[in-house]
T-cell receptor
């Protein structure tokens, strides 16, 4: 099992450009999450999904959109990147039974 | 807004010493989790405590959940260089089955 994978691992964007981050999990988990991690601020929830076809806003959703068309995939989109979106982005998945979040290795995004 | 405050933010000690990391809030949590994160990787769950006053041990690590379920501590006995990492606490929200409130983390360095 690969667990949770994220692509790409690194990306540099210019202000105003768009991109999509892909998260995939092979554990058949119901819940999936997108977080951003900034120095001294811990993990902040951007959006989450409790099942295929459903998404909901987290703590810091502005400037991001998500889609979960398939149970195993959770996409995070930036429509018009801003320097404030420079961060490390983590995807996580969780079984509704276990209560443990499994994280991907992260995507380091720099917006110039 | 629920907040989890971790202290200290940074700790650098010699191998063999003992240490305690704290996670405090004014809010009650349904559960409290501790994760460890190494550079370039996502967090990995160490333990979940659910009952007020609960104590769990994981080798040299001892985790305690406060009686009122508002705070937690992580104690490491005879720290080793392999314990180096970022320790994150995360509280389960009383009003949600799938959202966590994250602390900002304690960066721990154990020097040989």
């Amino acid at each position: 099992n690969a667990g949770v994978t994220q692509t790409p691992k690194f990306r540099v964007l210019k202000t105003g450009q768009s991109m999509t981050l892909l998260c995939a999990q092979d554990m058949n988990h119901e819940y999936m999450y997108w977080y951003r991690q900034d120095p001294g601020m811990g993990l902040r929830l951007i959006h989450y999904s409790v099942g295929e076809g459903t998404t909901a806003k987290g703590e810091v959703p502005d400037g991001y959109n998500v889609s979960r068309l398939k149970k195993q995939n959770f996409l995070l989109g930036l429509e018009s990147a801003a320097p404030s979106q420079t961060s490390v982005y983590f995807c996580a998945s969780e079984s509704y039974v276990a209560g443990e979040q499994f994280f991907g290795p992260g995507t380091r995004l720099t917006v110039l | 807004t629920q907040l989890l405050e971790q202290s200290p933010q940074f700790l650098s000690i010699q191998e063999g010493e003992n240490l305690t990391v704290y996670c405090n809030s004014s809010s009650v949590f349904s559960s409290l989790q501790w994760y460890r994160q190494e550079p370039g990787e996502g967090p990995v769950l160490l333990v979940t405590v659910v009952t007020g006053g609960e104590v769990k041990k994981l080798k040299r690590l001892t985790f305690q959940f406060g009686d009122a379920r508002k705070d937690s501590s992580l104690h490491i006995t005879a720290a080793q260089p392999g314990d180096t990492g970022l320790y994150l606490c995360a509280g389960g929200r009383m009003d949600s089955n799938y959202q966590l409130i994250w602390g900002a983390g304690t960066k721990l360095i154990i020097k040989p």
